[in-house]
């Protein structure tokens, strides 16, 4: 069961962002005490498990940071923790890891999250990849920069044009506003001090990345900087962000004995694997395994929460399954709010379940994301608040 979960604002990446000088761990921290406060009724003792993602695990992101997250967060020292990776599906793994744990009945109660500070630690830093990827030719160049990925998608899918790209991004930001405007947004927001040595304290309330005042002509005229003349910008990609996100996970008799309020159950979920130079499609075969390990049909889904990587991605998977766009993304996605690699899976399930919670009319949500080096995730959940047949 999907019990709560929250994230800090996601800051733009580099020295003038909101986190340029705030520690990765204690993005974490702040979200993990957020979950605990929020749920007084969750003893401390009774955390089975902290499972915390980051991509580059280095710095003030490594040191196992699930435990040592835990630890800095106040934890008892019995409660474990642990590190995991899986690029920009981490926080996504963290949670169907521990969802494993729980079905398997290792524990009852865990934690589940990710992070990432992309500004102190650029995607690939520290990164030595074996020659013989190229030499032998397993993969194509273009596959370890995600930009020419996105490129390689357009060249696959003629017929989503730079403009379709575009229109789809603008919708993006006009959703993720309505949604600020409207306050759906801010409950799952842990407000989070900031330091910098110019400025001294502050504190971070809203996203950093929304641009609200986009516009068409505005998105026509950005450069293509990953191939003269292309179709990927930086107006219809997601940022270059940092942010953390965390989410109780418990066992549905765990909640019940515990109090827990508990807002949908995973149903099943499925990784799938794709040629990593059109990586942005994998988000099809792993939502097709999904749907079939649960006996579902596209058909049944309301609600998808995909991640924005480009849009380009989303729109071959909308093409592929034929799905409403009404459907998707209804608050907005990473193309507006950012794209902290290993956290936004969270932030899609933290979205759904609100979702869920304003839409008793449906019954099955979907979240899903493709992932470097050729993947794709996808978790489909039951809305348990609502009376949908």
């Known amino acids: 069961m999907f019990v709560d979960g929250v994230r800090t604002p996601f800051g733009r990446s580099g020295p003038k962002g909101l986190y340029a000088e705030t520690r990765a761990d204690d993005m974490v921290v702040r ?6 406060r ?8 009774r955390v089975d498990e902290v499972a915390i993602a980051a991509t580059t695990q280095i710095g003030d992101q490594g040191l196992t940071i699930g435990r040592s997250a835990a630890v800095l967060a106040g934890l008892p020292k019995s409660v474990p923790g642990y590190a995991i990776d899986r690029m920009c599906a981490g926080a996504m793994t963290a949670v169907t890891t521990v969802a494993g744990g729980i079905a398997f009945g290792a524990y009852d109660v865990a934690i589940a999250g990710g ?5 102190r630690h650029p995607m690939g830093e520290g990164l030595d990849p074996n020659p013989r990827f190229l030499s032998e030719k397993l993969v194509d160049p273009s ?19 730079k403009e379709r790209a575009d229109a789809y991004a603008l919708r993006s930001q006009e959703k993720a506003a309505k949604a600020y405007a409207d306050g759906r947004i801010q409950p799952d927001l842990v407000p989070t001090a900031i330091r910098t040595a110019e400025k001294g304290w502050g504190l971070a309330v809203s996203d950093e990345a929304p641009r609200p005042d986009t516009t068409m002509a505005g998105l026509a005229g950005l450069k293509t900087p990953f191939r003269p003349h292309g179709h990927v910008t930086a107006g219809n990609s997601s940022g270059i962000n940092d942010g953390a996100t965390g989410c109780i996970v418990a066992a549905s008799e ?10 949908m159950r995973l149903v099943s979920y499925a990784f799938a694997g794709v040629d990593p130079e059109v990586m942005g499609v994998g988000p099809i075969p792993s939502t097709e395994r999904a749907l079939r390990l649960a006996g579902l049909d596209v058909s049944d889904i309301g609600l998808f929460e995909i991640n924005e990587a480009f849009a380009v991605q989303v729109l071959a998977f909308l093409d592929h399954f034929g799905i409403d766009e009404e459907k998707v993304n209804p608050w907005g996605g990473a193309i507006a709010f950012g794209h902290p690699l290993a956290s936004s899976g969270v932030r899609l399930m933290t979205q759904l379940a609100r979702q869920f919670g304003e839409r008793p009319d449906v019954r099955y949500g979907i979240t899903t994301m493709c992932v470097g080096m050729g993947m794709g995730g996808t978790v489909i959940w039951e ?3 609502g009376n949908a047949a």
């Open 31 to 36: 979200v993990i005490r957020e979950l605990m």
């Open 38 to 45: 929020r749920n007084p009724d969750l003893p401390p003792e």
């Open 115 to 119: 992070v990432e500070h992309m500004g």
């Open 143 to 161: 596959a370890l920069v995600m930009g020419m990925t996105a490129e390689n998608l357009h060249d696959r899918y003629p017929e989503i044009t």
């Open 254 to 263: 765990a909640a019940e004995e515990l109090g827990l309020n508990a807002r």
């Open 383 to 385: 809305n348990i608040g």
